[in-house]
Nanobody, 126 residues
């Protein structure tokens, strides 16, 4: 049984920073591709960032809306994936979800992820 637990969300002013964490229980994360997605009220869940699993070249992808501001990383020793978010904007307000594929190759498509966390709320005030 794979469980993903996100943490680190909260309320922050525009221009501020947050670091989201996603910790897994049940199986090591290092082998698998991981992704962060977000869903704002009334909108579809959208891709934010992804990182490949070990042995897949350490590839990273970041959505255009987050480039230059968000960074995805992983600490395999802690079985944790992070999303560092800087220079936050009100339009970044959403519930943020981490997700895991069952293969090492990353994807920007949410339907290609097999396991999801419960989400953590991020609110950016103007």
């Amino acid at each position: 049984q794979v469980q993903l637990v996100e943490s680190g969300g909260g309320l922050v002013q525009a221009g501020g920073s947050l670091r989201l964490s996603c910790t897994a229980s049940g199986r090591t994360l290092s082998v698998y591709a991981m992704g962060w997605f977000r869903q704002a009220p009334g909108k579809e869940r959208e891709f934010v960032a992804a990182i490949s699993g070990s042995g897949s070249g350490g590839r990273i992808s970041v959505a255009d809306s987050a480039k230059g501001r968000f960074t995805i990383s992983r600490d395999n020793a802690k079985n944790t994936v992070y999303l560092q978010m800087n220079n936050l904007k009100p339009e970044d307000t959403a519930v943020y979800y981490c997700a895991r594929r069952s293969i090492p190759f990353m994807s920007t498509r949410r339907h290609e992820y097999d396991y999801w966390g419960q989400g953590t709320q991020v609110i950016v005030s103007s």
